[in-house]
């Protein structure tokens, strides 16, 4: 059962925007927590990631300048503001909580996550 629960997603016209909540029913301030999406027929890849002192990274080319990721850890919660969309971004989104002991983002940080429900982003004309 994940300690994380994601919000916002939607359908939205290409272009539009749309931003995700990643709500954690602990304190997470600790850890980095990792934006993934998952297309259909395709592998769950990691989008975006912010350490705990806030260093941010985006991981596909495509979302860099699109794509940001923002922490507030008084409401334990992780945002990602999704920008210019297109309809190859339409996915289930999901958030994981990194377990580097300094907080620090890696490409294999949802490994070994327990994943949520996710959102489900739509776009489409």
């Known amino acids: 059962h994940s300690l994380l629960a994601e919000s916002g997603g939607g359908w939205v016209q290409p272009g539009g925007s749309l931003t995700l909540s990643c709500v954690a029913s602990?304190?997470?301030?600790?850890?980095?927590i990792g934006w993934f999406r998952q297309a259909p027929g395709k592998e769950r890849e990691i989008v975006s990631c912010?350490?705990?002192?806030?260093?941010?990274?985006h991981f596909p080319e495509d979302v860099k300048g699109r794509f940001t990721i923002a922490r507030d850890n008084a409401k334990n919660s992780v945002y990602l503001h999704l920008d210019s969309l297109k309809p190859e971004d339409t996915a289930r989104y999901y958030c994981?909580?990194?377990?580097?002991?300094?907080?620090?983002?890696?490409?294999?940080?949802?490994?070994?996550?327990?994943w949520g429900q996710g959102t489900q982003v739509i776009v489409s004309s």
């Open positions: 994981a909580a990194g377990q580097d002991p300094y907080g620090r983002c890696h490409s294999s940080l949802g490994d070994d996550a327990d």
């Open positions: 602990v304190t997470v301030d600790a850890y980095a």
């Open positions: 912010i350490s705990r002192d806030g260093d941010v990274i």
